[in-house]
């Protein structure tokens, strides 16, 4: 059975940095382009960044550019989400996503001083 | 960024009554490689999205065969023929053709 658990989340203050984690299990997590996307309280769905298989390749939409960085370690099936210069905007759901047919439940990051 | 527009925003239906939901694109999904990346999520409520359909009409496995997609181009649409409780949420719409990735607004089944 295909699992993703995210971890990490909490209150932060912002200008603050956080690392989300996600526990990868039940498939080749390695044979997979992994992805990252958040949801803000009573709002939408927004794609944050996604990376290739074997981490060479990171994408990233505009607004989080240079402050978010994924990566990923395929020996502990883990995916990686580093988010320095926290903002009130990233207040959100942070899903972890096997693109897209498994996702995790989330962890929640709010950004509050 | 390419913009899913979803209509309606909100649907209000009775069990057994079949809905349908619009996404329209503001640029076609057409990939060169032949394949559209048009694809269709439910949100229950307190829950993770699942995909319900990818690629515009291809369902996923273990989603019951109520559920189907069809559209082309810019124009697609989610049909759940016979809606039931459990149909609930919000659904979206996403597309993977163009980058980045983007998503509709949503559009949330009430069940009177």
């Known amino acids: 059975e295909v699992q993703l658990v995210e971890s990490g989340g909490g209150l932060v203050q912002p200008g603050r940095s956080l690392k989300l984690s996600c526990a990868a299990s039940?498939?080749?997590?390695?044979?997979?382009?992994m992805a990252w996307v958040r949801q803000a309280p009573t709002k939408g769905l927004e794609w944050v960044a996604s990376i290739s298989t074997g981490g060479g390749n990171t994408y990233y939409r505009d607004s989080v550019k240079g402050r978010f960085t994924i990566s990923r370690d395929n020996a502990k099936n883990t995916l990686y989400l580093q988010i320095d210069s926290l903002r009130s905007e990233d207040t959100a759901t942070y899903y972890c996503?096997?693109?897209?047919?498994?996702w995790g439940p989330g962890t929640m990051v709010t950004v509050s001083s | 960024d390419v913009v899913l527009t979803q209509t309606p925003s909100t649907l209000s239906a009775t069990i057994g009554q079949s809905v349908s939901i619009s996404c329209r694109s503001s640029q076609s999904l057409l990939h060169s490689n032949g394949n559209t990346y048009l694809h269709w999520l439910l949100q229950r409520p307190g829950q993770s999205p699942q995909l319900l359909i990818y690629l515009v009409s291809r369902l996923e496995s273990g989603v019951p065969n109520r559920f189907s997609g069809s559209g082309s181009g810019t124009d697609f649409t989610l049909k759940i023929s016979g809606v039931e409780a459990e149909d609930l949420g919000v659904y979206y719409c996403m597309q993977a053709t163009h980058a980045p990735l983007t998503f509709g607004s949503g559009t949330k089944l009430e069940i009177k």
């Open positions: 039940g498939f080749t997590y390695s044979n997979y382009v």
């Open positions: 996503a096997k693109p897209f047919d498994f």
